[in-house]
């Protein structure tokens, strides 16, 4: 959605969509918003909830069903089990995911690998398309004044025109860029604490095959799971970011991530979107 300044500061429902990579603080930001007038809508959480609430619940009954003491549990219905999936906690999502390599070490083979992200690329879809919905449902049922949609890192790599222009149409798209110095603690910390990711199949088959030939490896089952996400994680970076550059040329504006780091409040906040709009 493109407008003026004047505009979006006259809007008397604001929509907008935060964009950028994960630990660019997105979620910070939003939670800087009064609550009483800005529904949170978090894509990770509704991917969680909604639609792979399925597919990660029963990876963890079947984990639960190796030990024989929960398995005879479970098929006598003496317990249940849920996975406590919130905005502030998506482990549940992150687990499902995986990674791939050595099975002893909890690697996944990589066609069960690319079924879960194949399943984590439809979630995504299903919920940056469900954002036109709720942006009614937030105003009309909650009564909250303004939307704010915390998009997951992965949004640039769905390659899905209609998601795009759902998005485009119904909200206003800030892409907050990170500098090479956050850019560089982005990497850092994936480094030492590296989680489950999402890949573009095509990226991820380029980059296995490298990562095998340069470790010697015969088969993906050889690698140590945290070595490979340590290796492929600037990689994954250097794929994402003219993806982030080429979105918000397209359809909506860029703004300094360490500009959103200074925002103190909702004021703060509109000031940096209008700062954007004005380029």
């Known amino acids: 959605m ?50 792979l609430a399925e597919p990660i619940l029963d990876n963890i009954k079947r984990q639960a069903m190796q030990v024989s003491f929960l398995r005879d549990l479970l098929r006598s219905d003496s317990i249940y089990i849920a996975s406590n999936i919130t905005v502030h906690n998506l482990e549940p999502i992150s687990t499902f995911l995986g990674k791939i390599g050595r099975p002893d070490l909890g690697g996944l083979p990589v066609e069960e690998f690319k079924r879960r992200q194949r ?13 036109e919905q ?3 449902k937030a105003r009309e049922i909650y009564g909250y004044d303004h939307f704010l949609n915390d998009a997951g890192g992965s949004v ?22 990170a500098d090479a110095e956050m850019e560089k603690q982005l990497v850092d910390r994936a480094i030492k604490n590296p989680k489950p990711l999402y890949y573009q199949e095509e990226f991820l088959d380029r980059k296995l095959a490298e990562y095998l ?54 004021k703060d906040f509109l000031e940096l979107v209008a700062s954007a709009i004005d380029g």
């Open 213 to 266: 030939a340069l470790k010697g490896l015969s088969s993906p089952d050889e690698i140590i799971p945290d070595d490979f996400v340590r290796w492929v994680f600037p990689a994954l970076v250097e794929h994402r970011r003219p993806k982030y550059e080429a979105f918000a040329r397209k359809y909506g504006y860029t703004v300094d991530a360490r500009r959103a780091e200074d925002v103190r409040d909702e």
């Open 134 to 136: 709720f942006i009614q």
């Open 156 to 177: 640039v790599e769905l390659d899905d025109p209609e998601t795009y222009e759902v998005l485009a149409k119904h909200t206003l798209i800030l892409y907050l860029k």
């Open 119 to 131: 399943l984590h690329r439809e979630a995504e879809i299903g919920a940056m398309r469900d954002v």
């Open 2 to 51: 493109r407008m003026t300044r004047k505009e979006f500061l006259e809007w008397p429902n604001k929509a907008i969509t935060l964009l950028g990579m994960s630990g660019v603080g997105k979620t910070t930001l939003a939670n800087k918003l009064p609550k009483s007038s800005w529904f949170h809508y978090s894509g990770d959480y509704r991917i969680g909830t909604k639609y």
